[in-house]
Protein backbone atom coordinates (compact mmCIF):
# COMPACT_ATOMS: atom_id res chain seq x y z
CA UNK A 1 0.00 0.00 0.00
CA UNK A 2 2.85 2.36 1.21
CA UNK A 3 4.44 1.89 -2.11
CA UNK A 4 1.55 2.81 -4.55
CA UNK A 5 0.79 5.82 -2.60
CA UNK A 6 4.55 6.73 -2.91
CA UNK A 7 4.40 5.93 -6.94
CA UNK A 8 0.84 7.84 -6.90
CA UNK A 9 2.70 10.72 -5.31
CA UNK A 10 5.69 10.43 -7.84
CA UNK A 11 3.37 10.51 -11.15
CA UNK A 12 1.30 14.09 -9.41
CA UNK A 13 4.81 15.40 -8.88
CA UNK A 14 6.10 14.58 -12.36
CA UNK A 15 2.72 15.72 -14.04
CA UNK A 16 2.92 19.00 -12.18
CA UNK A 17 6.32 20.00 -13.08
CA UNK A 18 5.37 18.55 -17.13
CA UNK A 19 2.29 21.01 -16.33
CA UNK A 20 4.45 24.05 -15.06
CA UNK A 21 7.11 23.68 -17.33
CA UNK A 22 4.76 23.93 -20.21
CA UNK A 23 2.11 26.60 -19.26
CA UNK A 24 5.65 28.46 -18.88
CA UNK A 25 7.18 27.93 -22.49
CA UNK A 26 3.26 28.60 -23.61
CA UNK A 27 2.89 32.04 -22.23
CA UNK A 28 7.03 32.72 -23.16
CA UNK A 29 5.67 34.80 -26.16
CA UNK A 30 3.06 36.34 -24.27
CA UNK A 31 5.20 37.65 -21.42
CA UNK A 32 7.55 38.95 -23.97
CA UNK A 33 5.05 41.07 -25.10
CA UNK A 34 4.08 41.99 -21.66
CA UNK A 35 7.51 42.66 -20.52
CA UNK A 36 7.37 45.12 -23.72
CA UNK A 37 4.88 47.23 -23.18
CA UNK A 38 6.50 47.76 -19.36
CA UNK A 39 6.34 44.82 -16.84
CA UNK A 40 9.52 43.66 -15.20
CA UNK A 41 10.61 40.32 -15.13
CA UNK A 42 9.40 39.82 -11.75
CA UNK A 43 6.10 41.38 -12.51
CA UNK A 44 6.05 38.72 -15.42
CA UNK A 45 6.75 35.89 -13.53
CA UNK A 46 4.41 36.60 -10.18
CA UNK A 47 1.70 36.75 -13.34
CA UNK A 48 2.24 33.43 -14.38
CA UNK A 49 2.64 32.06 -11.18
CA UNK A 50 -0.61 33.26 -9.93
CA UNK A 51 -2.61 32.22 -13.11
CA UNK A 52 -1.29 28.52 -12.04
CA UNK A 53 -2.44 28.96 -7.85
CA UNK A 54 -5.96 30.58 -9.08
CA UNK A 55 -7.51 27.27 -10.38
CA UNK A 56 -5.11 25.24 -7.98
CA UNK A 57 -6.56 26.85 -5.27
CA UNK A 58 -10.26 25.69 -5.24
CA UNK A 59 -9.41 22.67 -6.33
CA UNK A 60 -7.15 22.27 -3.41
CA UNK A 61 -9.94 23.85 -1.16
CA UNK A 62 -12.30 21.06 -2.25
CA UNK A 63 -10.18 17.70 -2.74
CA UNK A 64 -9.01 17.77 0.66
CA UNK A 65 -12.18 17.51 2.61
CA UNK A 66 -13.51 15.32 -0.24
CA UNK A 67 -10.46 12.98 0.06
CA UNK A 68 -11.12 13.00 3.98
CA UNK A 69 -14.77 12.07 3.94
CA UNK A 70 -14.09 9.03 0.65
CA UNK A 71 -11.12 8.06 3.86
CA UNK A 72 -13.69 7.81 6.72
CA UNK A 73 -16.20 6.10 4.41
CA UNK A 74 -13.93 3.89 3.20
CA UNK A 75 -12.32 3.22 6.42
CA UNK A 76 -15.31 2.96 8.75
CA UNK A 77 -15.56 0.41 11.57
CA UNK A 78 -14.52 -0.44 14.79
CA UNK A 79 -11.02 -0.89 14.17
CA UNK A 80 -10.88 1.87 12.23
CA UNK A 81 -7.91 4.73 11.94
CA UNK A 82 -8.05 8.34 12.45
CA UNK A 83 -8.44 10.15 9.79
CA UNK A 84 -6.44 13.54 8.90
CA UNK A 85 -7.38 16.36 10.87
CA UNK A 86 -8.45 19.80 9.96
CA UNK A 87 -5.06 21.19 10.82
CA UNK A 88 -3.39 18.58 8.43
CA UNK A 89 -5.61 18.94 5.63
CA UNK A 90 -4.80 22.73 5.67
CA UNK A 91 -1.09 22.07 5.40
CA UNK A 92 -1.29 19.76 3.00
CA UNK A 93 -3.45 22.66 1.14
CA UNK A 94 -0.96 25.38 1.72
CA UNK A 95 2.03 23.01 0.80
CA UNK A 96 0.76 21.71 -2.61
CA UNK A 97 -0.05 25.11 -3.32
CA UNK A 98 3.80 26.38 -1.97
CA UNK A 99 4.78 23.65 -4.29
CA UNK A 100 3.18 24.54 -7.08
CA UNK A 101 4.27 28.15 -7.06
CA UNK A 102 7.80 27.09 -6.78
CA UNK A 103 7.60 24.32 -9.97
CA UNK A 104 6.41 27.18 -11.87
CA UNK A 105 7.98 30.37 -11.00
CA UNK A 106 11.51 28.18 -12.32
CA UNK A 107 11.19 28.12 -15.71
CA UNK A 108 9.17 31.24 -15.71
CA UNK A 109 12.41 32.71 -14.17
CA UNK A 110 14.15 31.27 -16.72
CA UNK A 111 11.96 32.56 -19.70
CA UNK A 112 11.30 36.09 -18.01
CA UNK A 113 15.28 37.17 -17.68
CA UNK A 114 16.19 36.31 -21.78
CA UNK A 115 16.03 39.46 -24.04
CA UNK A 116 12.70 40.22 -25.30
CA UNK A 117 13.86 40.72 -29.08
CA UNK A 118 15.51 37.32 -28.72
CA UNK A 119 11.78 35.26 -27.47
CA UNK A 120 10.11 37.80 -30.26
CA UNK A 121 12.24 36.85 -32.93
CA UNK A 122 12.24 33.17 -32.34
CA UNK A 123 8.50 33.65 -32.60
CA UNK A 124 8.27 34.21 -36.18
CA UNK A 125 10.60 31.42 -37.69
Known amino acids: MAGSVALVIALAVVGAVSLAWNAALDARHSLAVTRTLGATPGQANRALVLA ?36 DSALL ?6 GLAAVTAVPTRVDTHRPVHVVLAGARR
Open 52 to 87: QLLPALPAAALGAPAGAGLYGLLHAGPMAAAGPGPA
Open 93 to 98: VAGTLL
